[in-house]
């Protein structure tokens, strides 16, 4: 199921309108509304912040039915912790494809030369 799908099932179970999620995340419910239509989506903080507040595994809200929480988790904190690696991960969300291609082989170059083919 997508993102939005999921979000609305969560909402609709615990009886909640689009307005009273939005005053209890202390959002607007035209977001709730863009979350919803797919229109938008919520970045990690506030995601994290909707699986708190219905007290489910981030991976519930996630479209992949397949997420592995722990790595989520893991991952989540290595970008709290590591301000250099989420701006890297911010910038590149709006990397093409071959844009991600060119950074992924820098990568794996500089691995190549530190010996860590891992």
């Given amino acids: 199921m997508k ?4 979000l609305r099932n969560l ?14 995340l202390g959002t607007s419910q035209s977001s709730i509304t863009a ?12 995601i994290k912040r909707l699986a708190e507040f219905f007290n489910v595994p981030i991976g519930a809200l ?7 929480d722990e ?3 893991t991952v ?4 709290h912790q590591n301000p250099k690696l989420k701006l890297l991960f911010d910038r590149s969300k709006f990397l093409s494809d071959s844009d991600l291609d060119a950074v992924l082989a820098v990568v794996s170059a500089i691995k190549k030369e530190r010996g860590d083919d891992a």
């Fill in 76 to 79: 989540a904190e290595s970008l």
């Fill in 35 to 46: 979350w919803e239509s797919e229109r938008r989506e919520p970045d990690f903080k506030t």
């Fill in 71 to 73: 790595y989520v988790g």
């Fill in 3 to 6: 993102f939005c799908d999921n």
């Fill in 11 to 24: 909402r609709i179970q615990r009886g909640l309108t689009q307005t009273e999620l939005a005053e209890r």
């Fill in 62 to 68: 996630l479209p992949s039915d397949d997420v592995d």
